[in-house]
T-cell receptor, first 114, second 117 residues
């Protein structure tokens, strides 16, 4: 059972507002990720982190920023929201061992910018 | 560059039919990992299976089965005797090996499966 949480689940906000999407996991995973999902379903990696104080940009360019001050917490911030940021944002964490690997996903935040 | 292609955008079947979801991948790595995820209408991504590039054994889990063929770079997913609860978007994904641990996932565009009663 994955323990990864995202808040809020739904957010409708006006253009120009600053927003932070929260993501937390209680599994002690070092690696965490943010994916953006288009209305047309495609998923793209926008940020990832291999541990505390480590953040990297993903394959899809994003105006958002992330931070990783604590292992369990990986928030995503948009300084000035725009309608083009309307999307679903999925957070994930992973752990690898010789016998198993999974990337656990949170329930997602559906963001609408009006 | 890595790429995953799911050519079927949408599939509609009647309950109890078998259905196969296709996945073709591209990678230059010799070690890599393939995944299938299910995304029901609630939006959460549910892990279904992982397969590494050295393990070409097919796998069966209940009504689900997976056919991995390196020769054709395919990792197809079959649902036998489909049920309405199988209706979801299914994603195939690829990850390169990095120091033995899978990292970033590259997703296909997904296949929306609708199972009608």
């Amino acid at each position: 059972e994955a323990d990864i949480y995202q808040t809020p689940r739904y957010l409708v906000i006006g253009t120009g507002k600053k927003i932070t999407l929260e993501c937390s996991q209680t599994m002690g995973h070092d690696k965490m990720y943010w994916y953006q999902q288009d209305p047309g379903m495609e998923l793209h990696l926008i940020h990832y982190s291999y541990g505390v104080n480590s953040t990297e940009k993903g394959d899809l360019s994003s105006e958002s920023t992330v931070s990783r001050i604590r292992t369990e917490h990986f928030p995503l911030t948009l300084e000035s929201a725009r309608p083009s940021h309307t999307s679903q944002y999925l957070c994930a964490s992973s752990e690898w061992s010789l016998s198993s690997y999974e990337q656990y996903f949170g329930p997602g935040t559906r963001l609408t910018v009006t | 560059a890595q790429k995953v292609t799911q050519a079927q955008t949408e599939i509609s079947v009647v309950e109890k039919e078998d259905v196969t979801l296709d996945c073709v991948y591209e990678t230059r790595d010799t070690t890599y990992y393939l995944f299938w995820y299910k995304q029901p209408p609630s939006g959460e991504l549910v892990f279904l299976i992982r397969r590494n590039s050295f393990d070409e054994q097919n796998e069966i889990s209940g009504r689900y089965s997976w056919n991995f063929q390196k020769s054709t770079s395919s990792f197809n997913f079959t649902i036998t005797a489909s049920q309405v609860v199988d209706s979801a978007v299914y994603f195939c994904a690829l990850s390169e090996d990095s120091q033995g641990g899978s990292e970033k996932l590259v997703f296909g565009k997904g296949t929306k499966l609708t199972v009608n009663p």
